[in-house]
């Protein structure tokens, strides 16, 4: 059975207040000694869901949810191998040409129905549909043919090497066929706020603005959760959501840094809360739109880079807790080129590289300018998210000493998203990118993928990273594959598209009534449906939430 590789390096510490990994005590249990029923959990995100059809959906609030609601085929283990999920078995041909999955057989929709092949096929013809205005369809259209040998087999074949091939069906959430086909125009489907899934849980309800809530599937095919209830609140204002976990309205948050060092050391917190912190599956960086001729010169974009404070902004911004980032894979993994350093902070060289650019400061005012029209551009960023505000801020003060005039715009993450990203309205902006284990780079920067809701947000186009990602999806031999992508990374290492900035840590608080936790390179939130909450111990109503 083939199986991607184990991203070893990925980091799990554990802050020795209570957060070590102990064994069970008889309190951890119910009275009959196992796992208890019941309980709501109780969470909050910076931006509310758009919508809840993953394919159509491209940020990380609304598949946080619709991954509670909708499976795929396959999904990564705690050590981040492929494992059974829908499919309960597969089969990669000796040529690697063919996949064929063996779906279980004790999988239900919503609405009681079966899910069968049938489901996995509409999904694919689907997601490739040109209707289907989606950014995820890519490695699916690669399949030249696909069937249904029966009722619980499906079969995909491609017609040349496609190292990604097994992952992407991980990656594929499937829907219901009975409901796609009430759904000509997928954008006006009623799934976008009314799902119908076959995963552990289901919406409850949605008020918009306030809450999602989620219910437990009790005929779900792994096994009932015990957690019954998933309530995500939208507080756009992490200070805000760490009132609310201290005062125990919620149950869990990623901590700012300062909040993580600084403000949950005392008896009453720890009492109550675990604190973790691992590296990231994720990077912040400052994207450029290359349509705009301030930033069509490579030499511009390495100055900027060589006038960004990276490891500043690691302790200043982060407060140690991350890395400062070189590329567009996670450090320490097998795809990274770890000999390539982040560029150093060097106001001389940027200086240098500015003039040579053709940008002097003509008339004495501080800022530097070319045919008359100054170095000044806006970078936009997302409310909510403080450390990417701060982040602008100090690259604002660096960049202005070498007479780069940077303003900051901070939008609501809806307007961002939709009109700012989406619409290519921007000059420069910072964000981050979720990575997921198999770390195909085709989408983001291939190319061919600079269309409206694509994420070639950038423009980037070079012929060279079309070739390089391309030969390395053809390629199964990892070792090979790795020297693709190293000329890949030494490339955007030299033109700087992005400015790579850091990899945070991870920095989670988690109420410690909550068990069955096992940290691992997964994460915490892989085994979900494992965790529970002793009888005892439960002290929320699916209505309400009591102070503990």
């Known amino acids: 059975m083939h199986k991607t590789a184990l991203l070893g390096a990925l980091l799990v510490v554990l802050l020795a207040s209570g957060c070590s990994k102990k ?15 019941g309980a709501t959990f109780v969470q909050a995100s910076i931006g509310e869901a758009s919508n809840l059809i993953p394919w159509l959906a491209t940020d990380t609030a609304s ?10 085929l396959l999904k990564y283990d705690k050590d981040l191998n492929l494992a059974p999920y829908l499919a309960e078995s597969w089969e990669v041909s000796p040529d690697g040409l063919s996949l064929t999955f063996h779906l279980r057989k004790n999988a239900v929709w919503e609405d009681g129905q079966p899910v069968t092949a049938a489901d996995v096929m509409a999904s694919y013809q689907t997601i490739i549909a040109p209707s289907t205005q989606t950014p995820y369809a890519e490695k699916y259209k690669l399949v030249t043919h696909a069937d249904t040998p029966d009722a619980y ?13 097994l992952a992407s069906w991980a990656e594929l959430s499937i829907l219901p066929k009975h409901k796609l086909d009430a759904c000509p125009d997928l954008m006006a489907c009623d799934l976008k706020r009314q799902p119908l899934g076959t995963g552990p849980y289901k919406l409850l309800s949605w008020q918009s603005g306030k809450e999602i809530e989620l219910t437990a599937r009790h005929d779900h095919f792994e096994h009932r959760p015990y957690i019954e209830r998933v309530r995500t609140r939208l507080i756009t204002d992490l200070d805000a959501q760490f009132l609310e976990l201290k005062t125990g309205r919620i149950d869990s948050m990623g901590l700012k840094p300062v909040q993580y060092a600084k403000l949950t050391d005392s008896d009453a917190f720890t009492r109550r809360y675990a604190k973790y912190n691992y590296l990231g599956n994720n990077y912040v960086y400052l994207g450029f739109n290359l349509n705009n001729s301030l930033f069509t010169d490579k030499r511009v974009r390495q100055a900027l880079s060589f006038a960004t404070p990276r490891d500043a902004l690691v302790k200043g911004v982060l407060l140690g807790y991350g890395i400062a980032s070189a590329g567009p894979f996670k450090p320490g993994t097998w795809a990274a080129d770890d000999t390539l350093k982040p560029y150093p902070y060097d106001v001389d060289k940027a200086n240098q590289l500015l003039s040579a650019a053709g940008w002097i400061d003509t008339d004495g005012d501080g800022i530097r300018d070319k045919d008359g029209n100054p170095f000044s551009f806006t970078v936009v960023t997302n409310q909510g998210n403080d450390q990417r505000i701060k982040t602008a801020e100090i690259m604002q003060f660096t960049f202005r000493q070498v007479g780069v005039d940077m303003h900051i715009r901070v939008q609501e993450w809806a307007t961002f998203i939709e009109n700012t990203i989406n619409k290519r309205q921007f000059d420069a902006f910072i964000l981050g990118w979720q990575l997921t284990p198999e770390p195909d780079p085709y989408d983001i920067w291939h190319s061919s993928k600079t269309g409206p809701r694509e994420f070639n947000i950038i423009n980037y186009k070079n012929a060279d990273v079309d070739r390089l990602i391309e030969a390395a999806r053809n390629t199964f031999d990892q070792t090979e594959r790795k020297k693709y992508y190293a000329q890949f990374q030494q490339i955007l290492y030299d033109e700087q598209p992005y400015l790579f900035l850091y990899t945070p840590l991870t920095l989670t608080a988690l109420h410690k009534r909550f068990k069955g936790v096992v940290p691992a390179p997964a994460g915490l939130m892989y085994n979900f449906i494992d965790w529970y909450v002793p009888a005892e111990q439960q002290i929320y ?8």
């Open 63 to 72: 598949h946080d949810v619709s991954g509670m609601i909708y499976p795929s």
């Open 541 to 548: 109503t699916p209505q309400t939430a009591m102070v503990p």
């Open 23 to 37: 064994e069970h005590t008889a309190k951890d249990y119910s009275a009959d000694g196992t796992p208890a029923f």
């Open 153 to 165: 087999t499906f079969r995909v074949t491609y017609a040349a090497p496609f190292a990604p091939a």
